[in-house]
């Protein structure tokens, strides 16, 4: 089992209920839950894009660590509902509050209340990069085919 890393909490809405604390799941769960930081319930319409703040902000500890906001997959199964960038992406240096962008495409609208599990947060390593330009590329295989490229 790996270490558990280090990760600064700030607790930014007056809304906020102990309830709402990050948790995992389960024991193998690799996402903490984020929720509904909000006063009261939102009708989520099916076509709707939507803004859910969560009542948290969070510091990690160094750039090689980011922290990625994921869908919840039985809103995704049952709803249609992903989140509208596709990946949250939470840099090391950002301290403002976290937010889910979700954006439904099911075909019925979604009671979202207080508290609610709105997506998932994965704490993972990271690389910065160090460019080196070249003149050349070394070959692969696969070259430079693209999309559709290695078949079905």
Not at 4 to 24: D, E, G, N, T
């Amino acid at each position: 089992m790996t270490e558990p890393i280090p990760v600064k909490l700030a607790i930014v809405s007056p809304l906020f209920q102990p309830s709402y604390m990050p948790a995992y799941a389960t024991s193998g769960a690799a996402g903490l839950d984020l929720h509904a930081c909000i006063p009261q319930p939102v009708l989520f319409e099916p076509g709707a894009r939507i803004r859910i703040p969560t009542g948290i902000a969070i510091e990690l500890p160094r750039q090689d660590v980011v922290a990625l906001v994921y869908a919840r997959s039985g809103w995704a199964a049952k709803y249609g509902v992903g989140l509208t960038n596709g990946v949250g992406v939470i840099d090391s240096d950002y301290r403002g509050e976290i937010a889910v962008l979700l954006s439904h495409h099911g075909d019925e609208a979604l009671r979202i209340e207080p508290g609610d599990r709105i997506a998932q947060m994965v704490i993972a390593p990271l690389y910065v990069a160090n460019w080196t330009v070249v003149e050349r590329l070394d070959d692969t295989d696969r070259g430079a085919g693209g999309f559709g490229s290695t078949g079905r």
